[in-house]
């Protein structure tokens, strides 16, 4: 967990789901945490299903955005989806790994990134992280609440 990175701006990109729906990251309008991961990386597909209940628990507070990093992209991501049954998690496909390649050229994931209600980074999670504790949850609030 760093926040080495506090104050970088959310990148201007657009990504879309397998239904063609346009998602553009910079015209969001609060607190976003956005989930960089893959159907092939172990950790990402634990985290999955942690993060659609914290997605729920944090509500209207902040929208959890999980961006795939699949080649593949919706041939993979869609039967995923379906099987894990995710309530609150959209299954957005950036298959050119355009959004890794501006946050973490290494390639490293899963990366979590916490950005505020103006676009600015405010903290960042690298690897698996255990987003079901209730503390995971107070992580967020209260780095949003820091700035």
Request: proline share 8%; aromatic share 8%.
């Given at each position: 967990?760093?926040?080495?990175?506090?104050?970088?701006?959310?990148?201007?990109?657009?990504?879309?789901?397998?239904a063609?729906?346009?998602?553009?990251?910079?015209?969001?309008?609060?607190?976003?945490?956005?989930?960089?991961?893959?159907?092939?990386?172990?950790?990402?597909?634990?985290?999955?299903?942690?993060?659609d209940?914290?997605?729920?628990?944090?509500?209207?507070?902040?929208?959890?955005?999980?961006?795939?990093?699949?080649?593949?992209?919706?041939?993979v991501?869609?039967?995923?989806?379906a099987?894990?049954?995710y309530?609150?998690?959209?299954?957005?496909?950036?298959?050119?790994?355009?959004?890794?390649?501006?946050?973490?050229?290494?390639?490293?994931?899963?990366?979590?990134?916490?950005?505020?209600?103006?676009?600015?980074?405010?903290?960042?999670?690298?690897?698996?992280?255990?987003?079901?504790?209730?503390?995971?949850?107070?992580?967020?609030?209260?780095?949003?609440?820091?700035?």
């Amino acid at each position: 967990m760093v926040r080495k990175f506090a104050g970088t701006p959310i990148p201007a990109m657009q990504f879309s789901d397998p239904a063609g729906e346009t998602l553009d990251l910079a015209a969001q309008d609060g607190p976003v945490l956005i989930n960089l991961w893959a159907t092939w990386c172990a950790p990402c597909v634990k985290e999955m299903p942690q993060l659609d209940a914290l997605a729920a628990t944090l509500g209207d507070e902040v929208r959890v955005i999980t961006v795939s990093q699949d080649v593949r992209g919706a041939e993979v991501v869609t039967p995923f989806f379906a099987k894990g049954g995710y309530a609150r998690l959209e299954p957005w496909l950036d298959p050119d790994a355009e959004l890794s390649a501006q946050f973490t050229p290494e390639g490293v994931l899963p990366l979590t990134i916490l950005f505020d209600a103006t676009g600015k980074e405010v903290l960042r999670v690298t690897g698996g992280y255990d987003w079901s504790t209730p503390e995971a949850a107070t992580l967020v609030r209260e780095a949003l609440a820091a700035g």
